[in-house]
C-alpha cells in the first residue's frame, strides 16, 4: 500500500495573440514555440505511455486563451507555415554544416524534431491537439483544469464582485465547450489569492484550487499537516499548496536540474550567431534577430566558451535527474506518512512551458519520471487534486491568506512603477461593464455588449503587467492594454450612437473572436 | 493664487479634451450637443482653445519594433482634428475626473492608492476653507485602520496616519507596515489647524495575514518548527521580528522564484557576464548556373537547381583544404562537365 501521493500539475498558459493584419507577426511565435517545444512533445510522451501501458495521473490546466488559440485556423495556417520556414532553415543547417560533423548532426536532429512536429500536429492529430488531450482526459489518465478567462490576476481586479465572477464564468463555461464537462478545479492565475475569493468560486462550482505555500501555511487556524493535505476553505472548496522543495528542484536556477551543464544552452541560438543575410528571411519581419530555436551548445558552465550539445549525455543527464527527484520523495513521502498520520500529497505545479522550452530536456525528464514512479518504487502514487478529495474528504476547515506565486509572494510584480498605470483604466472600464450589464440589450446592441466583454477581458490578462515588468517585449504588452480599452469605448461609443457602424464591429468581432459564446451578462450578478 | 488659477484653466481644458475624445464624435454637430449637454465639463471649455499636448508618458504610445505600423493604425486623433472615419477607435481617457480613490494591495506591508479628482470637486472643497488657511493648506491622504470599526461612516475612533503628497501626483504607495488588517483611505487638505477636508474616500482593503497563525483548532501534528522548515526557515530566530525577518527573506528569497508566464520568465536568467570577446568564423559561398533541367551533383548528392538554372550553396569553412566536385549533366544524358574547386582555409 502506497504511503502517499505527487501531484504533478502543469499549468500551460499563453496570453492570447493573433494579429491578422500583419503578414507576420513575431509575438505569434510564442504560441508556435511553445507547441513545438512544450504542447506537441507533451503529448507524444502523454501517447507512448499509454500504448506502453504507464499508469500515470496528471494535472492540466490549460487556460482559456491557449484554447482559443489552439482552435483558432488562422493561428494554425500561420503554424504551418512558420513549421515550413523552420525545416526549410534546418535543411539549410544541414548543408551549411557539412564540414563540422558534430554540428551536422545537430543540424539533422533539429531537422527531425521540425518535420516530426508537423506530421504529427497535422497528420496523425489533424490539427487539434484539444482533442487529444480531451480523450486522455476521458481515459482516465489525465486531469484537465481551467483557469480564469484570460488570466486575470484577481487579488488587483477585486474592486468589482462582477468582474471576478465574470474572469471565473468565462473560465468555467469555455472549459465546458472544450472538455464537454465541467472542471472540478480551477487554476488561480498566478496564484493569486484574496480573502473571499473561495465563495465566488464556489458559486461557479469549482472544486479545488492551489495556492502558493504561505497561503496555505499563514491560513488561520493554523493548518494541522502543513501544505501536505488538502484542506475545505470557509466556503467549502478544496484547497491544496505547494510544496517548496519540489519547486525548488525544477525551478531553481542554482539548485534545480535545469542548470546542469550537460543541458542544452538556451541563450546560444543560430539566431544570434550566424551571418545576417543568411538569417533574414528566419528572423522577426522588422529585421531583428531572434531566437530561431535551433541551439548548438549546451550550458557547459559559468562560461562564455559553450562546448557543442550532446544530445544522448543531456537525456542521460534527465534520466539521472528523475531517478534522483523520485528518491527525494520516497523519502519525503515516508518521513511525512510517518509524522503526520495521514497519506501526504506533495503538490508540485510547474509552468507547462518550463519542460522543453527553457528546460529543453525537461519533457524528457517527465516522462523518465513518469516511467520509474509506475515501474521502480512502491512508496507513493501519482494522483489528482480531485482523487486526494476523495481519499480525505474529513478534514481541517481554514481560512487561507492572500498570496501569489510570483516574486515575493504577493501582488507587487503585477502592481509596481512600470505598470500601474493600467489599473485606473482596467477598473474604470470594469465599472462602466458591470452597469451596462445590468440592462438588456438586443440585436446589433448585444454583440456590441458581447464584444466590449471580450476587449474588457483581453485587457486583463496578468501577462501584460508581468511583461511591463520583466522589460522585453514590454511596448508591445502596452500597446495591447491600449488597444483592447480603446477597443472597448469605441464600441461603447457605438452603442450610444443612433447609426451603428456593423463593418467596425464586425472587424473586431473578427479580430479578437476568443470566446465566441460569451454574453456580456457574465458581468452581472 | 494666480498659479492655482492658471492650474486650474489647463485642468479645464484637459477635461474637455478628454471627455471630448471619450464621448464626442468629431463630425456631427447634433451629437456635439448631446454630448455637451450631458457633460457639465463640456460645457464651459467648449470655447477654450484646445491644447495638442500628447498624453502623458505612461499611456502615450511608443512604437513597438516588432509592429512597425501600429502607429498608422491607430487614431489620428486629437480634438480639433476630424476622425477620418467615425469607427476610428477612441482614445484611451487620460484621466477620469470621477472623483474616487481607489486602495489596492500590494503585499501585507504596502498598499497602493490613485485618485482622480475633477477641478470642480478641488474647487467645492477649496470654497470651504477659509481663505488665510489656504497658503498653509496640505494635500495628504488619511489612511485609517479600519479593522474594528462596524460602522463603515464613522471613522471617529479609529487610528490613522496622514501621509502628506505632492500637489501633481496621482497616486501612491504607502507602507502601512501592518499585516492582516483592514484599512481605508482618505484624500484631502489638511489646514495648519488641523481640520481635515475630504476630497474622496476610497474602498476597504485587507493587507494579508503574515507569519504562521497562533490560532490552533485542533490537536498538533507538527512541531512548530517544521512549519517554518517547509517554508525553508532552519534558523529560526527567537524574538517574532526574527521570525518575521527570516520568512519575509525565505518568501524573497523566491520559493516563488519562478512563478508566472511560463514563456516569458527566462528561468536561467543568471547569465555570464560578457567580457571582451572576438570571434571570427569563415562560410564558405559556391555559386554558378547550368541548364535548368540537368543533373547537378556535388560529390555524388544531387544539388537543388533553382527554376532559373542556377544554385548557391552555403558551407561553414572550418581550418584545413577542401575539395568540390562538381558534375553536371545535360538533361539529354549525353554531355557531362566536372569543375572541382579547392578551398584551403589556414589562420595565422
Known amino acids: ?110 531537422y527531425y524534431r521540425f518535420t516530426r512536429a508537423k506530421k504529427l500536429f497535422f497528420e496523425k492529430w489533424g490539427a487539434n491537439i484539444l482533442k487529444v488531450f480531451k480523450d ?57 489569492y484574496f480573502e473571499g475569493l473561495d465563495r465566488f468560486l464556489k458559486e461557479e462550482g469549482i472544486k479545488y484550487f492551489i495556492l502558493e505555500t504561505h497561503g496555505i501555511l499563514f491560513a488561520r487556524p493554523r493548518p494541522k499537516f502543513g501544505v501536505y493535505s488538502n484542506y475545505w476553505t470557509p466556503h ?104 503526520l498520520g495521514r497519506k501526504p500529497i506533495i503538490v508540485a505545479p510547474y509552468d507547462a512551458e518550463l519542460f522543453g522550452h527553457w528546460w529543453f530536456e525537461g519533457v524528457d525528464w517527465l516522462n523518465f519520471l513518469i516511467r520509474k514512479i509506475h515501474f521502480d518504487q512502491k512508496v507513493f502514487k501519482m494522483i489528482t487534486p480531485s482523487q486526494y478529495l476523495k481519499v480525505y474528504p474529513l478534514t481541517q476547515k481554514i481560512e487561507p491568506a492572500g498570496s501569489s506565486w510570483g516574486w515575493k509572494g504577493y501582488s507587487e510584480v503585477w502592481l509596481s512603477g512600470e505598470n500601474d498605470w493600467i489599473y485606473p483604466h482596467l477598473h474604470r472600464a470594469g465599472e462602466l461593464m458591470v452597469k451596462l450589464a445590468q440592462k438588456e440589450f438586443l440585436g446589433l446592441e448585444k454583440r456590441i455588449l458581447n464584444q466590449m466583454g471580450r476587449e474588457l477581458l483581453l485587457a486583463q490578462s496578468s501577462d501584460w503587467p508581468f511583461i511591463m515588468k520583466t522589460g522585453a517585449f514590454s511596448s508591445y504588452a502596452k500597446k495591447r492594454v491600449i488597444e483592447h480599452l480603446q477597443n472597448f469605448y469605441s464600441l461603447y461609443y457605438q452603442l450610444k450612437r443612433r447609426h451603428k457602424n456593423e463593418l467596425f464591429l464586425r472587424e473586431l468581432e473578427e479580430k479578437n473572436n476568443i470566446f465566441p459564446d460569451i454574453s456580456y451578462k457574465v458581468f452581472s450578478l | 493664487m494666480r498659479k492655482r488659477k492658471e492650474n486650474k484653466k489647463k485642468t479645464v481644458k484637459r477635461i474637455s ?223 517574532s521580528l526574527q521570525r518575521m525577518r527570516a520568512l519575509k527573506l525565505a518568501l524573497e528569497r523566491g520559493i516563488s522564484s519562478g512563478g508566472a508566464s511560463g514563456l516569458f520568465s527566462p528561468l536561467l536568467r543568471k547569465r555570464v557576464k560578457k567580457g571582451f570577446f572576438f570571434e571570427v568564423y569563415t562560410e564558405l559561398i559556391i555559386y554558378g548556373r547550368t541548364h535548368p533541367q540537368a543533373n547537378l551533383t556535388l560529390k555524388g548528392e544531387k544539388v537543388n537547381l533553382q527554376e532559373d538554372g542556377t544554385f548557391s550553396l552555403r558551407f561553414h569553412l572550418p581550418l584545413g583544404k577542401f575539395e568540390f566536385p562538381f558534375r553536371a549533366v545535360s538533361p539529354s544524358q549525353d554531355e557531362k562537365i566536372e569543375i572541382t574547386p579547392i578551398v584551403e582555409r589556414t589562420e595565422k
Request: some cysteine; aromatic content about 12%; hydrophobic content about 35%.
Open chain 1, 236 to 339: 467549502r472548496v478544496g484547497i491544496f499548496g505547494r510544496d517548496p522543495e519540489t519547486s525548488k528542484n525544477v525551478w531553481s536556477s542554482i539548485e534545480g536540474y535545469p542548470g546542469d551543464y550537460n543541458y542544452r544552452e538556451f541563450y546560444r541560438d543560430i539566431g544570434f550567431d550566424l551571418d545576417y543575410d543568411y538569417l533574414r528571411p528566419y528572423i522577426a519581419p522588422t529585421g531583428e534577430r531572434i531566437f530561431t530555436g535551433i541551439k548548438y551548445y549546451r550550458i557547459t558552465g559559468p562560461t562564455e566558451n559553450k562546448e557543442i550539445y550532446d544530445p544522448q549525455k543531456a537525456l542521460d543527464k534527465a534520466a539521472e535527474h528523475a531517478g534522483n527527484f523520485m528518491f527525494n520523495r520516497e523519502h519525503q513521502i515516508n518521513y511525512l506518512n510517518s509524522v
Open chain 1, 1 to 110: 500500500m502506497e504511503k502517499g501521493y505527487l501531484c504533478l500539475i502543469l499549468h500551460a498558459h499563453l496570453p492570447f495573440v493573433r494579429e491578422p493584419q500583419y503578414e507576420e507577426f513575431l509575438e505569434e511565435h510564442w504560441l508556435f514555440e511553445a507547441l513545438v517545444d512544450t504542447y506537441i512533445p507533451l503529448l507524444t510522451v502523454l501517447e507512448s505511455l499509454i500504448k506502453e501501458g504507464v499508469g500515470f495521473s496528471l494535472t492540466l490546466n490549460i487556460s482559456p486563451t491557449l484554447s482559443a488559440m489552439l482552435e483558432d485556423d488562422f493561428l494554425i495556417t500561420r503554424f504551418k507555415k512558420y513549421l515550413d520556414k523552420m525545416i526549410e532553415l534546418s535543411e539549410k543547417e544541414i548543408e551549411r554544416t557539412k564540414f563540422l560533423p558534430q554540428f551536422n548532426r545537430l543540424a539533422h536532429f533539429y
Open chain 2, 17 to 239: 479634451r478628454i471627455l471630448s475624445s471619450l464621448l464626442k464624435p468629431k463630425k456631427k454637430q447634433e451629437e456635439k450637443k448631446k454630448t455637451s449637454s450631458s457633460s457639465k465639463a463640456t460645457l464651459k471649455s467648449k470655447k477654450s482653445p484646445v491644447s495638442k499636448k500628447t498624453p502623458s508618458k505612461e499611456v502615450s504610445l511608443k512604437t513597438p519594433p516588432t509592429t512597425k505600423s501600429l502607429e498608422s493604425s491607430l487614431p489620428k486623433f486629437d480634438l480639433g482634428i476630424d476622425l477620418k472615419e467615425e469607427a476610428q477607435p477612441v482614445k484611451l481617457p487620460q484621466r477620469y475626473f470621477d472623483n474616487k480613490i481607489v486602495a489596492l494591495t500590494r503585499d501585507p506591508w504596502w498598499v497602493h492608492t490613485y485618485w482622480d479628482i475633477s477641478p470642480q470637486k478641488e474647487a467645492e472643497v477649496l470654497s470651504k476653507i477659509s481663505s488665510q488657511e489656504k497658503p498653509f493648506l496640505k494635500k495628504i491622504l488619511r489612511v485609517y485602520d479600519v479593522t474594528e470599526v462596524k460602522d463603515i461612516n464613522n471613522f471617529s475612533k479609529c487610528q490613522f496616519f496622514d501621509v502628506e503628497i505632492n500637489s501633481l501626483a496621482t497616486n501612491w504607495y504607502i507602507n502601512v507596515n501592518k499585516p492582516g488588517r483592514s484599512f481605508c483611505i482618505e484624500i484631502g487638505y489638511l489646514t495648519s489647524q488641523g481640520e481635515f477636508f475630504v476630497l474622496a474616500r476610497s474602498n476597504i482593503i485587507k493587507t494579508p495575514r503574515f507569519g504562521i497563525s497562533e490560532e490552533l483548532d485542533e490537536e498538533w501534528v507538527l512541531p512548530e518548527d517544521e512549519y517554518y522548515k517547509i517554508l525553508g526557515v532552519y534558523d529560526l530566530g527567537k524574538s
Open chain 1, 136 to 192: 486522455i482526459q476521458e481515459r482516465g489518465f489525465l486531469e484537465i483544469i481551467t483557469c480564469c478567462a484570460t488570466h486575470g490576476y484577481l487579488p488587483l481586479l477585486n474592486l468589482q464582485e462582477e468582474v471576478i465572477k465574470a474572469q471565473i464564468r468565462v473560465g468555467v463555461s469555455s472549459y465546458r465547450r472544450v472538455f464537454d464537462r465541467n472542471p472540478s478545479g480551477i487554476w488561480l492565475p498566478e496564484c493569486g
